[in-house]
């Protein structure tokens, strides 16, 4: 496998690894052909897991390559990287005002479970985590871009821990939107299907990354900072919130410790 990523362009490994965090997504959709309900302990945990991996990823994978690479331009190497980061931020936040979605563990309201009203549902479902997986994707297209560009600080290793890091917490995603729809009576078959929909948006957000680095090397830094930050908006404004609103606060936050740990792991590791 190695070789083959290593024979390839940017774009294509880029590709490949958020295929693989796709299937990730589809995997965890598929929970709902065995099952009408996942334990809420369990969802919490998973989602704490993919929390700590987000954070960790974005430091390990994103800025802490931003940081090195500003070092080589005119600017001090701090500007670059807190510029791109609180951008993705607050790039983030104007789309979560702007554009309706639902959070996955919303209540559910008397008469959404049936007609347009759960089609809508089912619709900002999709909408919150797409809204999640695009700088997901974004990072590891980016990631894959940096390799190709022979930028200090960036390595194919380094990109493909990103790549499975992301698509070990996709898993949690995708069941997020497929089980509550499946609760609420939509058939097995259409919750998967807009379950796994939220991840099929990371292909495309990787690929325009990729392609992007390879034509505006110099923005790399701000890019790289930019998809960390918008990952720590996401776990700070959806992520643990989520994992800890049926008051499993701790083993929540344990499970964070835990994500983080095993992306820093694989990335220190593998990078």
């Known amino acids: 496998m190695w070789d083959w990523?290593?024979?390839?362009?940017?774009?294509?490994?880029?590709?490949?690894?958020?295929l693989f965090t796709w299937f990730m997504t589809a995997v965890g959709?598929?929970?709902?052909?065995?099952?009408r309900t996942v334990n809420e302990r369990f969802m919490?945990?998973?989602?704490?897991?993919?929390?700590?991996?987000?954070?960790?990823?974005?430091?390990?994978?994103?800025?802490?390559?931003?940081?090195?690479?500003?070092?080589?331009?005119?600017?001090?190497?701090w500007i670059p990287a807190a510029t791109g980061f609180m951008l993705g931020g607050?790039?983030?936040?104007?789309?979560?005002?702007?554009?309706?979605?639902?959070?996955?563990?919303?209540?559910?309201?008397?008469?959404?479970?049936?007609?347009p009203l759960m089609n809508r549902r089912s619709t900002l479902l999709v909408l919150a985590i797409t809204l999640h997986n695009i700088p997901e994707g974004l990072a590891v297209g980016v990631a894959f871009g940096a390799v190709a560009a022979d930028l200090s600080g960036a390595s194919l290793s380094g990109?493909?821990?990103?790549?499975?890091g992301i698509g070990i917490q996709n898993f949690p995603e995708g069941t997020a939107v497929a089980m509550p729809l499946r609760r609420e009576g939509m058939s097995r078959r259409r919750?998967?299907?807009?379950?796994?929909?939220?991840?099929?948006?990371?292909?495309?957000?990787a690929v325009v990354g990729a392609a992007a680095v390879l034509f505006i090397e110099p923005l790399l830094p701000y890019a790289l900072s930019f998809a960390a930050g918008a990952m720590i908006f996401v776990v700070a404004e959806e992520v643990i919130p989520s994992s800890q609103e049926h008051g499993h606060k701790s083993m929540a936050s344990m499970s964070l410790m835990a994500g983080f740990a095993v992306m820093m792991i694989l990335d220190v590791a593998l990078g």
């Open 159 to 164: 990109a493909l821990a990103l790549a499975l």
């Open 90 to 115: 607050v790039f983030l936040w104007l789309v979560n005002r702007f554009l309706p979605h639902e959070h996955p563990n919303a209540p559910v309201t008397a008469g959404t479970r049936t007609g």
């Open 44 to 77: 919490d945990a998973m989602l704490g897991f993919a929390g700590g991996v987000m954070i960790a990823a974005s430091y390990w994978s994103l800025l802490a390559p931003a940081l090195e690479m500003g070092e080589e331009g005119p600017l001090p190497a």
């Open 191 to 205: 919750s998967f299907f807009y379950g796994q929909l939220s991840g099929m948006f990371e292909p495309i957000a």
């Open 5 to 18: 990523f290593a024979s390839h362009g940017a774009v294509t490994q880029a590709l490949a690894g958020t």
């Open 29 to 35: 959709a598929s929970l709902v052909f065995f099952t």
